[in-house]
Every structure is written in C-alpha cells, then in structure tokens.
C-alpha cells in the first residue's frame, strides 16, 4: 500500500510530488492530460511568479515538471475513474484508486490536486463551432486568426490576456462583457485600455455564435436595453472563469456551492487522509504561488497524518 497518490500534476500536484519526495513517502502522481503543468502550459506569460519575472508558463510548467523527475517522483499517466473507502490489514482507513487501464493503486492518504476546467459559455452555437472558431484557448488557437476580427467573452484576469495576446495577431478584438466592471487586474485593465485595436463593449452577452461551416458573426444582446446586433468575428474566445474539477471526490468530502473542496490552510477536506491543493480548494486567491504553498502544506498535513494514523 501506498503511503500518498497524488492526482494532477499541476503547479499544486508537481509541488506536493516533489515535497513528498522529500519526505522519502512512498508515492505516485496520476496525471490525466499526458502532460504535466496544468494550466498555466497555455498561459502565453506569467509576470507574478517570484524570481521569474516575464517567463511564459510552458517553461514554468516544465520547469516544476523537471524539479519532480530530478527527485525521481513517479508518474503514472491515466486518468482516475473512481475512489473507494477501504480498511488496511490493521483496520485502518485508506482508499483504492481506480484508473481507467484498469490498474488499481491502495493508498494511506490522496492529495486532490485536480484544478479546474474551462466554464463554458451556454450560448447557441457554442458546441457546434468548437474547434471552428469556438475556443477557450487564445495563446493556442490565436496564430489561426491573424489579421481577422476576433472576440473575446469575459471580463476577467484571462479574457483581458487574451485580448492583448489577439491585439498582437488581429486586426480588431473584442471583449463583450456583461457588466462594465471587471474582475480583471487593474495594470492588465490599463494596458487594454491603451490598445487601440481592442475594443471593451459592455452590458452585452452573445446569444448565439453563428456561422456556416466557421464562424462568423456573433449576435449579441444588450442586457439593460434588449437591443440586438450582429457582430462579425471569425473567433470567439471564451475566457468566463473555470469548473472545479471534483467529480471523484464529490462523495467523499464537502463542497462549497460553487462546488470547489472546502478545505482550509491545511488542506485538510472533510475526509480523514484526503487532502485538497490548488484550485480545486476554496480559497480567495487561485495563483500559482497559492497552488504550490498548497502542495507543501498538503504534504505536511498527510506526514502529520501519517505519523499518528
Ligand atoms: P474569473 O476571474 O472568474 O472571471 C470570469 C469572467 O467571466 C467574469 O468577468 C465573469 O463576469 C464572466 N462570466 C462568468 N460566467 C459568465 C457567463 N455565463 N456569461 C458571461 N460572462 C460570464 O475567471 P478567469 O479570468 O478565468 O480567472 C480564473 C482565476 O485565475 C482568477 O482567480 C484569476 O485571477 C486567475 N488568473 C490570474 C492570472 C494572473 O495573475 N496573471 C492570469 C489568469 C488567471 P462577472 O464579473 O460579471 O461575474
């Protein structure tokens, strides 16, 4: 039997791998993508890391990535399909991980380490034109637009980096937000604003993504008057904030409403021996920085677990 499985691999996961590691525990990281970094390998810059100022985040993720493989972390890559509660030979509380291979690991303790995913939209057309000019994604699909109009939905940290990386590629870009404020950071707010062919229009959401075989217009409405209009974009990037990713857990431990693992500092869940690092934890500021802190903490919490289990 294991002494921890880590799932994801994250800057919260990669960070909890290589203090485990550390801590001479026996332990494997399950990673579902086939890569490990998580988020931030599509993040064109990361400008808030400590030390690292301008780096762009496939290096970081690579980075954090290499740090584990130096301290010999094993990985498996396979996705998790369901967690069970079971006792050890000593009657103590562990859990069975299964994965989809069919492979099933025992373990004393697991650290959530799963993230987020991509929120989506809920507007006509939406799924139809994913892939084709429907993205969630700019630093990946961006380069496919040059030189065309694009838009952008959202009025977050995200959709404004998007905006700027598009600035660079298209000829215009939209940002079409439901309110005129925005959760965005006020330095990336300024830059928007002194960017001549991005243009924010508020109080307006997309009911429908229209197109022939791509897309080509999105129809829009605004939401204090009613009034409609079409707008013609051959992208739309949608950038509305992330899903926790919590369905193997969800039976184990309690969520909040917005369905994010309560747990505190600790990280300790409502699950003696399940631990929650990252984005996937309710906390009031999801960055890197706060998802690797978690990784160390988690790591101490199963130590101190493990050592009076
Ligand atoms: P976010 O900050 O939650 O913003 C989501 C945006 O989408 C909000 O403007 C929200 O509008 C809008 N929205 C949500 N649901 C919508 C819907 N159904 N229709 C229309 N609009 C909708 O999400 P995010 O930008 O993805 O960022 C996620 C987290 O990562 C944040 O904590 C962010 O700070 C962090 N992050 C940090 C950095 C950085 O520091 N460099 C970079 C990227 C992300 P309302 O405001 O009206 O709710």
């Known amino acids: 039997m294991r002494d921890l499985v880590i799932i994801g691999s994250g800057p919260a996961g990669l960070s909890a791998a290589i203090y485990a590691k550390r801590a001479k525990l026996d332990v494997v990281v399950i990673e579902k993508a086939g ?35 130096k301290l010999e972390a094993e990985f498996i890559d396979d996705e998790v399909l369901k967690i069970e509660e079971i006792t050890d030979s000593e009657g103590k509380k562990a859990y069975k991980v299964m994965l989809d291979k069919g492979e099933a690991i025992e373990t004393k303790t697991i650290i959530a380490a799963t993230g987020a995913s991509h929120r989506k939209l809920g507007a006509a057309g939406e799924e139809e034109f994913m892939g084709m000019g429907v993205s969630y994604c700019a630093t990946c699909d961006g380069a496919f637009f040059r030189n065309k109009v694009t838009a952008v939905a959202g009025g977050g940290d995200v959709a404004f980096e998007d905006a700027l990386h598009l600035s660079s590629l298209c000829e215009k870009v939209y940002i079409i937000h439901r309110r005129d404020e925005f959760r965005a950071a006020v330095n990336i707010q300024q830059k928007v604003k002194e960017t001549a062919n991005i243009e924010i229009l508020p109080f307006y959401e997309i009911k429908e993504i229209k197109g022939d075989k791509k897309v080509t217009s999105v129809q829009l409405v605004q939401n204090k008057t009613g009034e409609e209009k079409e707008l013609g974009v051959s992208a739309v990037f949608i950038a509305v904030g992330m899903n926790p990713q919590t369905d193997i857990f969800k039976d184990f431990v309690d969520l909040d409403e917005k369905g994010y693992v309560k747990a505190g500092e600790d990280c300790k869940t409502s699950s003696e021996g399940i631990y929650a690092a990252g984005d996937i934890r309710t906390k009031p500021l999801r960055q890197i920085v706060t998802a690797v802190a978690d990784g160390a903490t988690a790591v101490q919490s199963v130590e101190r677990y493990l050592h009076q289990r």
């Open 35 to 69: 890569y490990s970094g998580g988020q931030i390998i599509t993040t064109e810059r990361v400008d808030n890391y400590l030390g690292l100022p301008e780096i762009d985040g496939f290096s970081l993720g690579n980075r954090f990535r290499e740090h584990a493989d």
